[in-house]
């Protein structure tokens, strides 16, 4: 998403906190919340909170979440490209 995407998101009342890639990453990787919840040692529950957006991730376990998904923290959570 870019900065301007964002703005525009935000204009409409899309919430920041929702948006981020964790569970299209995770389903694009074939996994299940379970199997990620597993990967980085936290419940299922709490990865289906981080993907509502209703919790934010200590800054450990983004790490965590963006080793196990191979990709970057920035682009799991970050909601438009830093340049």
């Not at 983004?62 to 830093?82: G, M, R, S, W």
Request: proline share 2%.
């Amino acid at each position: 998403m870019t900065k301007e995407e964002f703005q525009r998101a935000n204009k409409r009342g899309v919430k920041a906190e929702t948006m981020n890639n964790v569970k299209n990453v995770r389903k694009a990787k074939g996994l299940s919340q379970t199997e990620l919840a597993f990967k980085v040692g936290v419940s299922q529950r709490y990865i289906s909170f981080i993907e509502a957006g209703k919790r934010k991730p200590s800054l450990d376990l983004a790490c965590k979440l963006a080793q196990a998904l191979e990709t970057t923290v920035d682009f799991l959570f970050l909601p438009y490209k830093c340049t």
